[in-house]
């Protein structure tokens, strides 16, 4: 699964990470896409209303996680559409990164429905693993779209 993650405590919330996977799906290497804002990935004209409702998530310090439909572009200008599912990593009790996991959805693959049903199943799991337990996991399935954030944000209250 591509993964990324931005750097919200920094100018213009730059990518400081991406994975194989990512590089793969959009076509850019770590040195052409580290560094720069995700928004490099929109089609010429921008993405469209979704454009407001990230930046909406990204400034409501009372949502950590999020799930859009974009418009993207792969390197080679292939225009592809992103499922993607964001979740805010905080550090000392203030966001610090955004960690986005993306998903290629195209009509004619049929996967996305599979995907949200094993995402939504994983975090069932996850839930009844934890249940009982002291730890609390927040918000809908939706809003804990990434198990992967779960552990990240345990590693980063562990770091500080």
Known sequence: MPLSLADMR????PLVCINPAFTAVTGYSEAEALGRNCRFLQ???EAGPVRAAIKAYLNDPGVDNGRFIIPNCRRDGTPILNLVYMAKLHH???PAFVLGSQ?????ENGRSELYDRALSESLDQIRDLFSGSEWTLL????ALASS????ARYYLEQGS
Do not use: H, K, Q, W
């Open 139 to 142: 918000g809908s399935t939706e």
């Open 148 to 151: 992967l954030a779960i552990i």
């Open 10 to 13: 920094a100018d213009d919330c």
């Open 103 to 107: 998903f290629v959805v195209t009509a």
């Open 92 to 94: 000392n009790a203030s």
């Open 43 to 45: 089609p010429p004209g």
